[in-house]
C-alpha cells in the first residue's frame, strides 16, 4: 500500500483551467525615479545655515531626515547622495560627534537604501579623521568599520580605514595588534580598487608582519605580488621598497643568495641605474652576498653572470673579490680579511655589531669551503694532517667542515681516520672499469677503420691520376 501511494504521488498531474494557463503573467512595473535636484539645492543652504549659525542642530536634523526620505523613496541616488553628506558635514562643523555615529548608523539601515549615497556618506566622513581628537576620532572608525563590514560597495573605504586604524596602532606601539588588523583584509580580492594601491597596501602588511616578527606569514603574503606587476615602468619605487623589505626577511633566514637576487632586482631598477652613487652601492652588495652565499649550482651561474657586468670595473676591489672565489686557488683568510676589512665594513650590514660579526663568520666559513674544493680538484688522496695544514685549522675542525660539504654534496670523500687518510676519488667498480675499457677500445676501432678508409681512398686517388698519365 506504501508503494501504491508513492506511485500515485510520483504519477500525479495537476489540474490546469485551459482559460488560465494561456494567459500572460503580468509584469511589475518599474519604479520610476524622480528628479529632486530643484527642491534639494533650495533646501541644503537653508538647512545647513540653520544648523550652523542659529545653532538649531536638532530642527536641522529632523529636517534632513525627511528630505533624504523623500529622496530615497523617489529613487534619487545623486540628490540622496548629496543630502547625506550635508548631514555628516553639519554634525562635523557643530562637533555632534555622537550625532554623526548614530546618523551613520541609522542612515545605513534604512530601508531601500541607495548604495552610491551610503558610499558617498562614508567617503565623506573619512575625510574628518586627521582633523579631529583622538577619542571622538576612534569611536567614529569603530562605527564606520560596524557599518561598511560585509558591504562590498565600500570595501575600498573600509580597506582605507583598516590601514588608518593599523598605523594610529602602531604609533601607539601595539605592534602585534596592528598586524592582525590589517592582514585580515584581503585586499588582493577588491575590483574596486586600483593596482598600485593594492601593491602599496600589500607592502604594508609586509611592513608590519616583519615588524611583529611574523616570518611564516610575511613569506605568505610576499606571494601576492607577481613579479610582473613589478617590472611595469610605474612601479619603481614600489619595486625597490618590496625588494628592500624580503632583505629583511631573508636575512632572519641567512640566505644570503636570495638577499643578492633582491639587491640585484634593485640594482636593475631605472632610476636606480641613473644614480651612480646607488647602483655602485647595490654593486657591491650583491658581490658581498653572492660571496657569503653557499656554493651550488644556482650561485656558480649567478657569480660567473655577474663578472661579466662592465660597471664592476668601477669598484676594482670587489671584482677582485669575486676573482679569488671563481680561481681554483687556495685562499688565506687573515689576507682576505686584512685586504678587504676597510672596503667592506663601510657597507650598510657592517654597521650593526652583531651582524658584522655573522658576516665576517660566514665570510671565513665560504673561504673554508672553497679551499676545499680546490684540493679535491687536484688531489686524489691527502693526509689529514697536511689538509689541516693548507687550511689552517687544526684536525677537528677540518674534519667537521669536511663532513658538512659531503652531505651538502659539494664534494665527494671518505675519511680514513687509523691511517689519517682522505680520499677524494670515489673507487671504481670493476663494472665501471670494464664498461670504461669497453668504450675505449670501440672509439680506437673506430679510429683504425676510420684511417684504413682514408688510405684505401688515397690509393684509389693516386691509382686513377696515374692511369690517366699513362694514356
Known sequence: SLLRYIYRSMSYTPKTDPETALAPVPQTRKKEEQDFTELVNEQLPKLISLAVEYSKFGEAIEKFSGLE???RQGGDSKSTSR???AIVEVCHKC???????ENIITFSKRRGLIKEAIKQMVKKTLTFLDEMDYEPKMELMDTLLKVTEGKIFVEKQ????????ALIRESEGKIAEAAKIIQEVQVETFGAMKKKEKTEYILEQIRLCLEKKDYIRTQLISKKIHPRVLAEPEFEAIKVKFNNLMIKYHENERSHLEIAKCYFQIYNTPSIKSNP???ELQLKLIVLYICLAEHNNEQSDFINRLYLDPNLNKILEFKNLMTLFLTSEIMNWRQVRDDYKSQL???PPFVDKAESTRLWEDLELRIIEHNIRVIAKYYNRIRTQRLAQLLNLNTQETEKHLSRLVVSGSVFAKIDRPHGIIAFKKAEQPSDVLNS?????ETLLGLVENTCHLIHRENMVHKLSTTKKVK
Open 345 to 347: 665594513e663601510h657597507l
Open 158 to 165: 573600509r580597506a582605507r580605514l583598516t590601514l588608518k586604524l
Open 95 to 101: 562637533r555632534e560627534y555622537k550625532a554623526l555615529n
Open 83 to 85: 543630502v547625506l553628506v
Open 69 to 71: 526620505k523623500k529622496t
Open 437 to 441: 675499457w669497453s668504450s675505449d677500445i
Open 277 to 279: 652613487e646607488q647602483w
